[in-house]
């Protein structure tokens, strides 16, 4: 029996067997993990959602930024872009079935005491369990009938900030966009969207969120997350463990076993 952690998929579920059938992995046996961001971008966005709802309790994952912009088409608060290449999703009779089951997904969970899986990262405010917490917040929402509304006000790239006081639609929204779009942090750790560039090529004035000191971590603990394909699992700190490592855009498909960190490419 092993755990095991994939960065994002994108629809492309070729590449995830590929990377699976390296570990022989046995639903049943074991356990997949995904750090987000399952469609969206790759050909098999439909296939990708068929096979990862049929491994049932052998699969868990935290939703990344495509999986909430499915949401929003489903809703109807957003448009399909070409680029996105969800047509075959969204022409299904079973676009509301998953839709409805990615909503009983987190945006955070922990894999053990010490291992917490989110999609772009941890805000360096924040502790596991504070993360896990809020996390709960936005799936309280999420699972609820208002649920919609929620989605509608999730867009926004304000507020940048953290406060504990920050209520209602704003504290959802940047709870939202620090789980699935954060990257780097301006130097009073407010968020900032645009730049999406490896660190050594972004202006000084940003740094790259795992490179803030977070003074509510513990030495044991690790945050998995995906997101930023252009740190290619590069993070240099052994605490932050970057799974995207581009596989839509002709890189590989990475694999994580848990117990023992070993990491797999297609």
């Known amino acids: 029996m092993a755990d095991y952690i994939v960065g994002d998929i994108q629809g492309c579920l070729s590449g995830l067997k590929v990377v699976l059938s390296k570990v022989d992995f046995a639903p049943g046996k074991d356990t997949l993990y995904a750090v987000g961001d399952l469609i969206g971008r790759g050909p098999e966005s439909l296939e990708t959602l068929g096979y990862l709802h049929g491994l049932g309790d052998s699969f868990h994952t935290v939703l990344g930024n495509h999986d909430l912009n499915l949401l929003a088409i489903f809703c109807g608060v957003r448009r399909a872009k070409k680029g996105d290449k969800l047509d075959s999703v969204i022409a299904s009779d079973r676009f509301a079935k998953y839709c409805h089951w990615l909503r009983q997904k987190p945006l955070a969970l922990s894999l053990g005491e010490n291992t917490l899986l989110t999609h772009a990262g941890l805000y360096p405010k924040w502790s596991f369990d504070k993360a896990l917490g809020l996390s709960d917040e936005i799936s309280t929402a999420l699972q609820g009938p208002h649920w919609q509304q929620l989605v509608q006000n999730m867009y926004g790239d304000k507020p940048n900030r953290w406060a504990d006081d920050l209520t209602g639609e704003s504290r959802q929204r940047f709870i939202i966009n620090a789980f699935t779009r954060m990257r780097f942090l ?58 995207d490592t581009g596989f839509v855009w002709g890189g590989h498909m990475t694999l994580l076993r848990a117990d023992d960190w070993l990491r797999v490419q297609s």
Request: some cysteine.
């Open 186 to 243: 301006e130097k009073d750790q407010r968020l900032e969207f645009e730049c999406k560039t490896p660190p050594q090529d972004a202006p000084k004035s940003l740094t790259p969120w795992f490179s803030v000191n977070n003074p509510e971590l513990t030495t044991q603990q690790r945050v998995v997350f995906g997101h930023w394909a252009a740190l290619n699992g590069e993070t240099q700190n052994s605490h932050f463990i970057a799974l």
